[in-house]
Nanobody, 121 residues
Framework: QVHLVESGGGLVQPGGSLSVSCEAS????????MGWYRQPPGKQRELVAR???????QYADSVKDRFTISRDNTKNTVTLEMSSLKPEDTAVYYC???????????????WGQGTQITVSS
């Protein structure tokens, strides 16, 4: 069984900084495309940032130059560092990864449980 466990999040004032981390645990062979999505209140889930191939990252236009994604392959973790946060960044943030669990099956997509980030004064 594979689990994505998120940590971090919470309440922050506009202009502040925050980080969230995600660790993949369980039995698996390889992690692909690990990253972060978010779902603002009343809206659909959207991409925030992710690794698409090895160390090549992709960001939503709305977070470029404010958010930074990093990963530690030795610990199976991905971290999103957020700065200059805005009220419109308020959302539930979800960790996402494409993970291959065996040599006989295709990679499957996994989601974390989500962590709330609220940007408000």
């Amino acid at each position: 069984q594979v689990h994505l466990v998120e940590s971090g999040g919470g309440l922050v004032q506009p202009g502040g900084s925050l980080s969230v981390s995600c660790e993949a645990s369980g039995s698996f062979l390889k992690i692909y495309n690990m990253g972060w999505y978010r779902q603002p209140p009343g809206k659909q889930r959207e991409l925030v940032a992710r690794f698409v191939v090895d160390d090549i990252s992709q960001y939503a236009d709305s977070v470029k130059d404010r958010f930074t994604i990093s990963r530690d392959n030795t610990k199976n973790t991905v971290t999103l560092e957020m700065s200059s946060l805005k009220p419109e960044d308020t959302a539930v943030y979800y960790c996402n990864a494409l993970i291959k669990v065996s040599t006989t099956t295709a990679p499957n997509e996994y989601w974390g449980q989500g962590t709330q980030i609220t940007v408000s004064s």
